[in-house]
């Protein structure tokens, strides 16, 4: 089945400790749909400038089932992001943000693309992801992101995005931000109150929380001898998450936790190379060795006798 998702598209020019890259692919939309199109098709919606290196997109998806149909192209820059990370990957500087065309983004949905079962909505403003919801027939699930922008100026809409969404993934900063609640169990139990019924909260080199209900369940960070780039990771693991729901169809509260160890998964792939590199290299075999080393690193016996 296929998963919809609505996000930005845009170039980086990242500085970590490890090298750098400038004027690579990059943008929540993209990086989504590199790690979600290695479980299901994606449908992308999102928007690029007239300078946008068009051809490198289309040649890094031409072996995915990424249907570009979505991908609105406007006069004017694309959206660019110039950012560092010192020796914490866990926290960007941003050091230049042009909007471009994407300060003018309309999400407008093709009608091949309304009937899509999931859906994503990346990190964009709140009353575009409430219009976009307005656009589709009757997803399974919706899944949304956010961030601390949009927190402190779009409140209100979020809030009210909040009663429309089946699942929220935010990290452990934005969750506190959002509640006022610094600890993530009582932050967590306030989003869903809202709406949700299901809460994702990223802890970046610590692992992810996925809170259901009375339900916890944790996935630890997979530890890489070697990160060069975490600027997708996110949208990586919500790409490898979706991805897995749509690929199994099923919302049961075990295979949600199978799709957060496939999300993790994903999310550890995409920060060993910059921008969307590492994600296309990949393979279902890479993908299987992983999860199975992500079963290996939390499983035990328990001793009954103890």
Not at 26 to 47: I, N, Y
Not at 133 to 142: D, E
Not at 174 to 195: C, P, S, Y
Not at 233 to 246: N, P
Request: hydrophobic share 45%.
């Amino acid at each position: 089945m296929p998963v919809l998702v609505v996000g930005s598209v845009a170039l980086d020019s990242v500085e970590t400790p490890f090298g750098k890259a400038d004027n690579v692919l990059g943008g929540s939309g993209t990086f989504f749909s590199a790690a979600a199109s290695q479980l299901a098709p994606v449908q992308l919606v999102g928007v690029i400038g007239s300078d946008y290196p068009i051809d490198d997109l289309e040649r890094v998806f031409s072996s995915r089932p990424v249907d570009l149909a979505g991908l609105e192209r406007a006069d004017g820059p694309s959206f660019r992001w110039r950012g560092r990370y010192r020796h914490d990957l866990n926290m960007a500087e941003t050091l230049e943000t042009h909007l471009g065309v994407f300060s003018n983004f309309r999400p407008k949905i093709p009608a091949q693309f309304r009937n899509a079962p999931f859906v994503f909505l990346g990190n964009i403003d709140p009353r575009l992801q409430l219009d976009v919801l307005g656009q589709v027939a009757k997803p399974r699930l919706v899944a949304c992101d956010t961030m601390n922008f949009w927190i402190e100026s779009r409140r209100p809409d979020l809030v009210k995005l909040l009663g429309h969404v089946d699942l929220i993934t935010l990290n452990d900063a934005e969750a506190r931000q959002l509640t006022d609640e610094f600890n993530l169990v009582k932050a967590a139990r306030w989003i869903m109150a809202k709406g949700p019924k299901h809460v994702v909260i990223k802890k970046g080199e610590h692992g992810a929380f996925m809170f259901s209900g009375s339900n916890i369940f944790f996935a630890p960070a997979y530890p890489l001898e070697s990160v060069f780039d975490p600027t997708g990771a996110g949208d990586s693991f919500a790409g490898g998450f979706m991805g897995y729901l749509a690929r199994t169809g099923d919302l049961s509260d075990a295979n949600l936790r199978r799709a957060v160890v496939y999300g993790s998964a994903l999310g550890s792939f995409a920060v060993e190379k910059f921008s969307v590199e590492r994600l296309i290299e990949i393979g279902p075999a890479d993908i299987a060795g992983r999860v199975a080393a992500f079963h290996r690193l939390v499983t035990f016996e328990q001793d009954l006798n103890a």
